[in-house]
């Protein structure tokens, strides 16, 4: 069965940085970021391959966010730098079979979600 989990959000000022974690069992996948705000669609925010070689991200926040992973503890991260409030939203992992997908249906296994709140 597989589980992920996040960890690592919060309440932090716009400029801070974030470190999210998901730990994941059950088995090794692809591995992706998501977010979501009320009242809009899932959104894609970046997605690494099982060995952790391989990433790919949303144009809009390759500068600040940094995706890796440590297979020794079955734990995928999502670096958050320079935090605006417009990165406000619950953030997810999702696990999936295979790599490079991006849209929210592609992912087989989701986290329950950890909030970001940046103020301003």
């Known amino acids: 069965q597989v589980q992920l989990v996040e960890s690592g959000g919060g309440l932090v000022q716009a400029g801070d940085a974030l470190r999210l974690s998901c730990a994941a069992s059950g088995g090794t996948f692809n591995m992706g970021w998501f977010r979501q705000v009320p009242g809009k669609e899932r959104e894609f925010v970046a997605v690494?391959?099982?060995?952790?070689?391989?990433?790919y991200y949303q144009e809009s926040v390759k500068e600040r966010f940094t995706i890796s992973r440590d297979n020794t503890k079955n734990t995928v991260y999502l670096q958050i730098n320079s935090l605006k409030p417009e990165d406000t939203a619950v953030y997810y992992c999702a696990a999936a079979t295979n790599f490079l997908r991006v849209r929210a249906d592609e992912f087989e296994y989701w986290g329950q979600g950890t909030q970001v709140t940046v103020s301003s």
């Open positions: 690494i391959n099982w060995s952790g070689g391989n990433t």
